[in-house]
């Protein structure tokens, strides 16, 4: 396993993923067997996490669902693009991202995003006009790489309009739409809550994993999408 303690820049660079860094000055340094049963623990009452990523030893953020509005402002113009951002416990996970996808319509447009060579940074594979239901079918052949793999994410755009769901690196899901309400009844009815107070595992001191079946994982869902 490779273990990551900083995020990569989500595309776009909305607010409520930025991570900020925690104090060093004063942290303790778990022992080998303490750090084990922390990266261990998936359980945070009623939220589990996947196997991509863990909270910061200190752990300043504690794990939980729930969603918030939210906002990206393109820095160059300043147009303001409204959006959600959603925590959802691993069991449900998945399948609420794909219940999200329902708004984009019939064909979709796809970008993939990997970090699994640091040294080359975020790498992207893009593919328009994919069928919705065809690509749906896919990405259940590859459920663990997307739900366990730190160092993968997946962006799904309507080919026209203003429209984009992520699935990121951290296992949040966000929504970009100037309309938010079909996407935030789709959270609703999966019992989300809304929170705009609440903070997400990547705004705090955290830890990514990934291992090499998930990059060889990666490089198959890239050839059969046809990136």
């Known amino acids: 396993m490779r273990f990551l303690d900083e995020p990569s820049t989500p595309r776009p660079a909305a607010p409520a993923l930025k ?5 060093s000055e004063t942290a303790a340094t778990p022992d080998p067997a303490a750090l084990e049963a922390h990266m261990a623990r998936d359980t945070y009452g009623r939220f589990t996490l996947t196997g991509a990523i863990r909270p910061g030893w200190q752990l300043d953020i504690v794990p939980r669902a729930g969603y918030r509005h939210d ?7 300043g147009v303001r693009m409204p959006a959600l951002v959603a925590a959802v416990s691993a069991e449900s996970l998945f399948e609420t991202f794909l219940e999200l996808l329902e708004p984009l319509g019939d064909t979709v447009d796809v970008i993939l995003e990997s970090s699994h060579e640091e040294a080359v940074g975020i790498r992207e594979y893009a593919r328009e006009g ?10 259940w052949d590859f459920e663990d790489l997307l739900l366990n793999d730190g160092c993968t994410g997946i962006a799904v755009l309507h080919p026209e309009q203003s429209l984009e769901v992520q699935f990121d690196e951290h296992k949040l899901l966000v929504v970009y739409a100037q309309a938010r309400q079909p996407f935030e009844r789709i959270l609703r009815t999966r019992r989300l809550d809304r929170d705009d107070r609440l903070r997400f595992l990547s705004q705090g001191e955290h830890m ?8 060889r994982q990666f490089e198959q869902l890239v050839g059969r999408l046809g990136c």
């Open 130 to 139: 994919v069928e919705r239901l065809v690509l749906e079918s896919l990405l």
């Open 71 to 77: 906002a990206y402002v393109d820095p160059a113009s």
């Open 19 to 23: 991570a900020i860094s925690a104090p």
């Open 208 to 215: 990514h994993t990934s291992h090499a079946r998930h990059a």
